[in-house]
């Protein structure tokens, strides 16, 4: 992590992934494929599981929402 306008830590991390690009190359990759997840159809899968789930529980009458 990078401290929000530190020049001479992005300069060091700038510097760090160009004398190791192998390490970058890698890092990247690594973080398309966790990216490849978030897709729209995995977020509507999510969405109708957790609605589904949600769908399940038990209801309280209205009446016992008039107290607050």
Same mark, same amino acid.
């Given at each position: +992590?990078?401290? +929000?306008?530190?020049?001479?830590?992005?300069? $060091?991390?700038?510097?760090?992934? %160009?004398?190791?690009?192998?390490?970058?190359?890698e890092?990247?990759?690594?973080?398309?494929?966790?990216?490849?997840? %978030?897709?729209?159809?995995?977020?509507?899968?999510? #969405?109708?599981?957790?609605?589904?789930?949600?769908?399940? #529980?038990?209801? #309280?009458? #209205?009446?016992?929402? $008039?107290? %607050?």
């Amino acid at each position: +992590i990078i401290p +929000i306008r530190d020049v001479d830590s992005i300069m $060091e991390k700038l510097s760090y992934f %160009y004398e190791h690009r192998d390490t970058a190359r890698e890092m990247g990759q690594n973080a398309r494929s966790h990216m490849e997840n %978030y897709t729209w159809h995995n977020y509507e899968k999510n #969405l109708i599981q957790s609605y589904s789930v949600l769908n399940k #529980l038990p209801t #309280l009458p #209205l009446a016992d929402f $008039e107290h %607050y």
